[in-house]
Every structure is written in structure tokens, then in C-alpha cells.
């Protein structure tokens, strides 16, 4: 699956990898924020990495995915981490975060999972 999501301790995790629409990433997410597992989420991790479709996507579909998410905000403890290593798709999820900040999501960005899995702060599984 392109878009996907897991638990891991109490952080949410979604990864998008290859292709896919937004409509996969807001299902994912509906998902995942459905899932009784999210009842004690102490953050958000969404990793980008694997990614083919972020550098097509415009600002206003960025900004429009943010607000999405930071609707959602109570479902995650009101954190989110986003993790990406390209230079254009970090400057994307930078225009994320801004636009999730705007609406009270603790946000950073990171290059690197683990540095991101530490500033969540949440007790995650090995």
C-alpha cells in the first residue's frame, strides 16, 4: 500500500511511499484516527520519505492536508513530527507545519526518524 499506518507504543505512524492521491492519505489518516489503538496517541509521525507523489503536490494541497490533520488534533496529543529527506519535500512539510501550527499542533520537521521519534518523547515499542 502506498499509504499505510501502524502504532508503534503510542505514536502514530503513517508513511506514504511511491504514488498515491490525497484521497489515500485522508482515508489513511481517518483510518488510523478510528482505530481504537489511537484512543491513547501521544503523537503523530507522518514520514514522507518513501515519496513520489509530494513534489507534485502544490501549496494549497499541502496547506489543505495540514488543515485536515490539525482537525483532527485531540486524536494524536496535539504533536506531530513530520520526517522528510529530500530538499523540495522538506521545504513542503516546513509549509505543513506552519499552517498546523497556525492552529495549535505542537509541529517539526525532521530529515531523520530517530530525531523525530525523539521529540515526540513517547514510549514507542523496539
Not at 492519505?25 to 514522507?48: K, Y
Not at 496535539?78 to 492552529?103: P, T, Y
Request: with cysteine; aromatic share 8%.
Amino acid at each position: 500500500m502506498p499509504v499505510s499506518y501502524h502504532f508503534d507504543g503510542r505514536v502514530i505512524v503513517v508513511r506514504m511511499n511511491g504514488m498515491y492521491a490525497t484521497a489515500d492519505v485522508r482515508a489513511t489518516l481517518t483510518a488510523a484516527f478510528a482505530d481504537p489503538c489511537c484512543a491513547n496517541a501521544a503523537g503523530l509521525l507522518f514520514d514522507i520519505r518513501g515519496s513520489r507523489s509530494i513534489v507534485q503536490r502544490t501549496a494549497d494541497e499541502v496547506r489543505a492536508m495540514a488543515q485536515f490533520i490539525a482537525s483532527h488534533g485531540d486524536r494524536f496529543s496535539r504533536r506531530l513530527a513530520l520526517v522528510a529527506d529530500s530538499g523540495a519535500a522538506f521545504g513542503l512539510m516546513r509549509l505543513g507545519a506552519v499552517a498546523v501550527e497556525q492552529q495549535g499542533i505542537a509541529t517539526a520537521v525532521f530529515r531523520d526518524e530517530s530525531d523525530a521519534e525523539e521529540w515526540l518523547g513517547a514510549e514507542r515499542t523496539a
